[in-house]
């Protein structure tokens, strides 16, 4: 499957992955991020259910604080 991420264009090993299967398989373990699925914010106790398709657009935003 072939979707584009984060502005890239990302092939995927697997048809219709979920947010947390994409997260694991990219090794995305930072404890604050943000995800959007075409557009839509993603909740993270959504990612399990939330089905990404060939074609749409992923964006994991990483937060980073600090002072």
């Known amino acids: 499957m072939i979707i584009e991420l984060n502005n890239r264009r990302e ?6 992955m979920t947010v947390s299967e994409i997260l694991k398989f990219k ?5 604050r991020i943000i995800v959007r699925l075409n557009g839509r914010l993603i909740k993270k106790p959504a990612y399990p259910d ?4 060939h074609g749409d657009i992923l964006n994991v935003i990483h937060l980073i604080s600090g002072g």
């Open 11 to 16: 092939e995927l090993p697997q048809v219709n």
């Open 27 to 31: 090794s995305f373990t930072f404890p």
């Open 50 to 53: 939330t089905i990404v398709m």
